[in-house]
């Protein structure tokens, strides 16, 4: 194993605007008083953006990349600049996200998050490389990373 990906989550907001966009659109497939061109170029582009996913690709000699992919097939990818870290930590965290400046803010002005993390820590620093819901996902990316760099895991969920 030479690299571990670290697939990021879309925010839940983001998932529903997205799928709401999707299935109007392909219901306006169906509209045939509009020419087919603008429809069938609406359709594929929103699902290109519901399909589009951002991962952080770890490698074992740390040259590491920030992925874009649609579907899981990577189209473009650009280096992830990251300490090399003196150990990764697994633990719960609680994120606000502040909505009211932009269009989503009609869903919500704020959301909190709850949920498992892995950051790799380097002094007095850290990076967020990856979260989830799911405590065992975590545990085996952590682990995977951990064997991957040599690097010392650190549950503070389960101490």
């Not at 998050?113 to 002094?123: G, M, P, T, Y």
Request: hydrophobic share 45%.
């Amino acid at each position: 194993m030479e690299s571990v990906i670290c697939k990021q989550e879309k925010a839940l907001k983001g998932k529903i605007l997205t799928t709401i966009v999707l299935v109007f659109s392909f219901l306006f497939l169906f509209n045939e008083t509009e020419p087919f061109l603008p429809r069938i170029i609406l359709f594929f582009v929103t699902l290109i953006i519901f399909g589009f996913s951002i991962s952080f690709k770890i490698s074992k000699d740390f040259r590491n990349k920030k992925v874009y992919s649609c579907f899981g097939i990577p189209f473009f990818a650009v280096d992830l600049n990251l300490e090399f870290p003196d150990y990764i930590s697994v633990f719960s965290a609680s994120f606000k996200l502040n909505n009211e400046w932009s269009t989503v803010s009609a869903l919500g002005t704020s959301e909190k998050h709850d949920r498992i993390v892995i950051r790799f820590f380097r002094n007095n620093k850290h990076h967020t490389v990856y979260k989830t819901k799911r405590y065992d996902d975590a545990v085996k990316i952590a682990n995977k990373l951990g064997k991957v760099l040599n690097v010392e895991i650190h549950d503070a969920i389960k101490e």
